[in-house]
């Protein structure tokens, strides 16, 4: 027997069978079942009622097509920018202000004498509560995405996405250094920033506390660079932060605690200011789904203002104890 004339017809036989398998396999009902790969975080949106602290009072609408950042005042008024924009409220959220600004800004910040701080991208203008530019700095560089503006009374810190760096100004825009480049010989690892949320906010002591979001990580500096203290948490859970670049935006409690906002996972949280979760402020179902960029800021009372730019939306919270 010819044992070769009958290999070639076999081998095509189960050729043919196993293309009809597979064929049969993709166009079945068996294509639409659940992946059982596939990773559901569902189960992180969901947040245990006894953990949520804080209560939602009221909210406004800032009648702009897009809102972007959200700082307060010493007297707690709540200024908004957003595209072209610039409204002031007062803390009930009346509105007391607004004006043109003709620029899309990427962050706020207020200092003591009430001048506004908004950052255009790649340089900052300097206006007052009235409408009126009064300064307008040099653009950083070419590459500067700007993210994040801290003001104190000597000190202007700015957070720069597109080169990974913070710089510190004096107030008549004179570099004086920059904060958070590698240096192994500091313990300085970097900014890992993959996208464009990059946080900065001044303590309670005058440090500059920068969000390392690629790694999940606070760091504490002094002005003239030197590092001082850090903490990590990567997690899903409530304790920590996850994805790409979390948190994305923060702000500072009267105790030094953090108050921290998250994509992906989307919710508003408080840790402690030795980084420990403490409790929850907004839960994921507050927002609606593929949210980013939620604004924090923290009034004298320590009420929490969250800016959803999704919905369009100003919130305050404050504690369930004292509603």
């Known amino acids: ?26 166009f079945s009902d068996n294509k639409q079942e659940k992946n059982i790969y596939e990773y559901n975080i569902d189960s992180f949106n969901e947040v245990d009622p006894n953990l949520i602290t804080h209560t939602e009072v009221y909210q406004f609408n800032p009648d702009m097509d897009m809102i972007k950042s959200v700082a307060i005042n010493n007297n707690d008024d709540i200024y908004v920018a957003g595209s072209g924009k610039l409204e002031i409220y007062d803390s009930n959220g009346d509105l007391q202000n607004s004006f043109t600004t003709g620029i899309n800004p990427t962050c706020l910040t207020i200092d003591d004498n009430d001048n506004i701080y908004l950052g255009a991208k790649d340089h900052i203008e300097i206006w007052n509560s009235e409408g009126v530019l009064k300064s307008r700095w040099n653009q950083v560089n070419e590459k500067a995405i700007i993210t994040s503006i801290a003001v104190n009374d000597s000190n202007v810190f700015i957070a720069d ?22 240096d192994s010989i500091s313990g300085i690892q970097g900014f890992v920033i993959p996208s464009p949320y990059f946080d900065i906010a001044i303590g309670r002591d005058g440090e500059l ?78 927002f609606e789904k593929g949210t980013t960029g939620i604004d924090l800021a923290v009034d004298s009372q320590d009420r929490i203002i969250v800016l959803d730019p999704k ?9 369930k104890e004292n509603n």
């Open 161 to 182: 996405a597109g080169n990974k760096i913070v710089y510190r100004f004096n107030l008549e825009s004179v570099l004086l250094n920059e904060i958070g480049r590698k």
């Open 209 to 286: 506390w920068a969000v390392n979001s690629g790694r999940h990580q606070f760091e504490a500096y002094k002005p003239d660079g030197r590092l001082i203290s850090s903490w990590k948490k990567s997690s899903m859970g409530l304790d920590g932060f996850s994805g790409c670049c979390n948190p994305s935006n923060i702000a500072l409690l009267s105790d030094g605690s953090f108050v921290t906002s998250e994509k992906g996972i989307i919710r508003v949280k408080i840790h402690k200011p030795s980084g420990e979760f403490s409790s929850v402020v907004a839960a994921p179902n507050k």
């Open 1 to 26: 027997m010819n044992y070769n004339k009958l290999i070639i017809p076999i081998t095509i036989l189960l050729i043919i069978a196993a293309v009809a398998f597979m064929a049969w396999d993709f």
């Open 311 to 319: 919905k369009g939306l100003v919130s305050i919270f404050q504690t």
